[in-house]
């Protein structure tokens, strides 16, 4: 892959749709040390509306189980707050990157773009290569899959996730539809 991606099930990377969209296809997912092929994307089916990005998520799927513990999905029936402090974790640069807990807080979700939420940097920063990557509550669930920054002058001002309770039917049902050897998620 390109930029990072979070093991939701042994077999199974959620990432950000444009991680997976280049010119090349990704032919792998490395993480622990450990290289697994890919055998099969699905973009989510709003990825791409008239060219443009709508909903930035994709999800990988792999030939082998991963050893690495799959993260847990953000509960459907709740919401990340406004002011909620978060996690994010990327692989910008080729470093493995955990911001300090609190290190960003939730911004909030505007009504004209429900499955996107924003989030500021309080201490620390999500940057190229982070996309894709695990943007987590004080729980350690995940909550939002890293999209972009907005900046102005070299200096970021605001974060982007794509919101976990917005695409978890979508997650689910793209499991359930696939391969039944699959490990779903619990």
């Not at 990704?26 to 089916?45: A, D, E, M, N, Q």
């Not at 909030?108 to 201490?123: H, K, N, Q, S």
């Not at 919101?163 to 391969?179: A, E, G, K, S, Y």
Request: overall charge negative.
């Amino acid at each position: 892959m390109i930029g990072s991606g979070i093991l939701i099930a042994p077999r199974v990377v959620l990432t950000a749709g444009h991680c997976t969209d280049g010119k090349s296809r990704p032919l792998y997912f490395s993480t622990g040390g450990g290289c697994y092929p890919i055998y099969k994307i699905v973009t989510h089916p709003l990825y791409k509306v008239d060219g443009q990005i709508v909903v930035d998520a994709a999800l990988v799927f792999l030939t082998a189980d991963c050893p690495e513990t799959p993260v847990a999905l953000h509960h459907a029936n709740e919401d990340v707050s406004r002011y909620d402090y978060l996690t994010v974790v990327g692989y910008g640069g080729g470093i493995k990157k955990i911001s300090n807990p609190g290190g960003f807080w939730c911004y909030g979700v505007l009504a004209d773009e429900p499955f996107v939420l924003r989030f500021l940097t309080i201490d620390g920063t999500a940057w190229f290569g982070d996309s894709g990557g695990a943007i987590l509550n004080t729980k350690g669930e995940l909550v939002a899959v890293t999209s972009a920054i907005l900046s102005d002058r070299g200096r970021i001002f605001e974060n982007i996730g794509v919101r976990i309770q917005m695409i978890r039917v979508w997650i689910h049902h793209t499991l359930n539809t696939q391969d039944q050897a699959l490990l779903l998620l619990p």
